[in-house]
């Protein structure tokens, strides 16, 4: 079995703190998971709103050269676009 840790791997993955068997996270751990969960949080509200457009959440079938970015930044542009309006 082969474990990667992605943390080292890469810069911008975070992942939250683990409590150690049979002891328990300090309390500024318990604050970085907290912080890092706020922050996670508006990501996959992000997400989820993306995908509230179909166009998105389905099997898209078209032969067009980049149509599937454009659609994909038509679909982030619209969900800003209802934040803002929000």
Known sequence: MLIVSFSNSFVNVHLPH??????ELTQ???EENRELSRQRVVC???HSG???YNCV??????RVTDFDDQLMLVSAGL?????DAA
Do not use: C, M
């Open 18 to 23: 683990k409590k150690p068997k049979g002891k």
């Open 57 to 62: 959440h389905s099997v898209y079938r078209n």
């Open 79 to 83: 969900w800003n676009f209802y934040l």
């Open 44 to 46: 996959e509200h992000a």
């Open 28 to 30: 500024q751990q318990k």
């Open 50 to 52: 993306i995908k509230r």
